[in-house]
């Protein structure tokens, strides 16, 4: 009540009028018809105030005042919108965006000699947001394939949940908030990177997608430009050998991936009218043939990564394990290509890229010259400490001697003379 009283004064409008407002009383006036109270003080008489509507108003009904007060309340209410966090995530596809923001963060920690906690917060945000502003440009431009699509017409746009325009604003915001970042909280040359990354996608990538099926080269390179990023996060020079290896492992792991979604989904990337390679091939065989060289590339990355000095000897035998399990379910799907085989195939290269990302940063041999990393130090000084001879029921082992042959771990001042 109180609430729509306010209303009318602030808004100045006036009552419908009904009937003619009974006269001015020291008495609010009783009965089923009242008028608007807490108007207007019309003096009775002397040193008296009583309330009473002014001459002019006119006299409504309850009913129809309640009604009027909801209307307006209604209409001037603002209404606090649930964010649709499920919608968000579609529009900016955030498990994709997770990946990409995953495969930057190596070449920071094997890189930066000390973990800086803003650094690596503002890489992390920065990476996610331009990484999902170029999915929004994405799902743009392939608004009305995406609507063809059975695996992609649930989409936000394609829905009509959000308007193009909206998402054009979205986009916007991410890519020039996420830069800005970048630029600020890490340094410009990894918003640079950041801003090639989403020129080639955006730009030259998704509109390929229709035009020829080497449309996954590109791509492949667009994708591989995050690992780029951490690198140069850490203030390390593309110029370098050092950011190379990792970025070839990612480029290579990007044909087998997508290769086997294109072939799983190729009944709907032909209804939306892509083109890629694998959508010719009804039984899978040639699809098989056509990942088998890539897939020996992978088999191949863990002695290039040895032999240019990346990585330690270690890297050959952990890598062995991922890899070989990769290589078994390619194996199944080309021994018979089904949907299930090639499922398995594609969620094998979904682990095996943790798992060579994890090694490569634990083997990383750092370049002569360089400052090896503050957490690599310590990680390896607590094992050294934990493997101690002595902790082992040994008392009678060398001083200073470790488990694995390591000396000099005493300091000088327990080091016997």
């Not at 801003?195 to 390929?208: K, N, W």
Request: aromatic letters at 10%; charged letters at 15%; hydrophobic letters at 45%.
């Amino acid at each position: 009540f109180f609430v729509g009283t306010l209303i009318q004064l602030a808004t100045g409008a006036a009552l419908s009028p009904r009937r003619r407002a009974p006269r001015p009383s020291p008495f609010w006036p009783a009965g089923p018809e009242l008028t608007h109270p807490m108007l207007r003080r019309v003096p009775v008489r002397r040193g008296c105030l009583a309330l009473a509507p002014p001459m002019q108003a006119k006299a409504v009904p309850l009913a129809r005042l309640g009604e009027r007060i909801d209307g307006a309340i209604d209409e001037l209410k603002v209404t606090r919108r649930r964010v649709d966090w499920k919608g968000l995530m579609m529009l900016t596809k955030g498990k994709l965006t997770a990946w990409v923001v995953i495969s930057a963060m190596p070449g920071y920690l094997i890189t930066a000699p000390m973990i800086e906690p803003l650094t690596f917060s503002a890489l992390a945000v920065g990476t996610f947001m331009t990484s999902g502003g170029s999915q929004v440009i994405n799902q743009i431009i392939e608004k009305e394939r995406d609507a063809k699509m059975n695996r992609t017409r649930g989409r936000p746009l394609p829905m009509g949940h959000i308007s193009e325009g909206d998402a054009k604003m979205l986009a916007g915001g991410l890519t020039t908030v996420g830069m800005g970042v970048l630029a600020a909280g890490v340094n410009p040359m990894t918003a640079a990177v950041a801003g090639s990354t989403i020129a080639l996608y955006a730009g030259v990538y998704t509109p390929m997608k229709v035009l020829t099926p080497y449309n996954t080269h590109v791509g492949a390179v667009a994708g591989s430009l995050p690992v780029l990023m951490g690198f140069t996060a850490a203030g390390c020079c593309l110029g370098s050998l050092q950011p190379w290896p990792l970025f070839v492992m990612q480029t290579l792991w990007q044909f087998p991936h997508f290769y086997a979604l294109a072939w799983i989904h190729r009944e709907d990337y032909i209804r939306g009218g892509f083109a890629m390679f694998p959508l010719a091939d009804a039984q899978g065989y040639d699809t098989a043939k056509l990942i088998a060289p890539w897939m020996a590339g992978i088999a191949a990355f863990p002695f290039l990564a040895v032999g240019c000095g990346a990585t330690s000897y270690g890297f050959l035998a952990t890598a062995a394990l991922p890899t070989g399990f990769w290589m078994y379910t390619f194996a199944q799907f080309a021994a018979n290509p089904s949907r299930r085989t090639a499922r398995r195939f594609y969620l094998g290269s979904v682990s095996y890229l943790i798992a060579a990302l994890a090694l490569y940063v634990c083997h990383h041999q750092t370049p002569p010259g360089a400052e090896e990393p503050h957490w690599r130090r310590e990680t390896r000084d607590l094992c050294a400490k934990l493997l101690y001879h002595t902790s082992f029921g040994y008392p009678d082992s060398p001083p200073g001697e470790v488990a694995g042959g390591c000396h000099g771990l005493q300091s000088e001042e327990t080091a016997p003379e």
